[in-house]
Each structure stands twice: as C-alpha cells, then as structure tokens.
C-alpha cells in the first residue's frame, strides 16, 4: 500500500509540473505584471475591434456605392439619400 501511495504522489507531482502551476501562481501574485498583460491585451482586442469594423464599415460603404450606380429601384433612392448624407458628414 505504501508503494501505491508513493506512485500515486509521483503522479500528482508530474501533473503539477506539466500543469507549470507554480509559474502560474507567480503570474498570478505579481500584480503588477498582471495589471500590464491586462492593459495591453484589453488595448490590442480594442485595436483588432476598431479595425474589424472599420474594415466592415469600408466593405458595406462600397457595396451600398455600387447598388446605388446600378440604381436597382425603391432601394435605389434611399441607398443614394443615405450615401450622400454619408458623404456630407466626411
């Protein structure tokens, strides 16, 4: 029984190792490498959103554009009102 229970604590202990908890416990306490990872991964997720949806944006704008040129009736005149209150506002 003794044996079972040294095997049974070498693995434990090598699922810790492989599991890096001490590393993590150190990230976790170090509050201030903590508060800098969130900053910069809460600054580059705004980045990626602003750019997602600018190039979103861009791609609607463009495709709007060509509706209006193609000038597809009733959604035609709207499209060219709403294009050019776009185009005012730049």
Known sequence: MDERLVERLEKIAGSLERMRLEEYMRYVCDRKRLIIDSLLQGILRGFGITLGVAMLG?????????????????????????????????
């Open 58 to 90: 861009a791609l609607v704008a463009i495709i709007i554009r060509n509706i209006v040129v193609e000038n597809i009736p009733l959604i035609g005149g709207f499209l060219a009102e709403v294009v050019h209150a776009i185009q005012a506002k730049m």
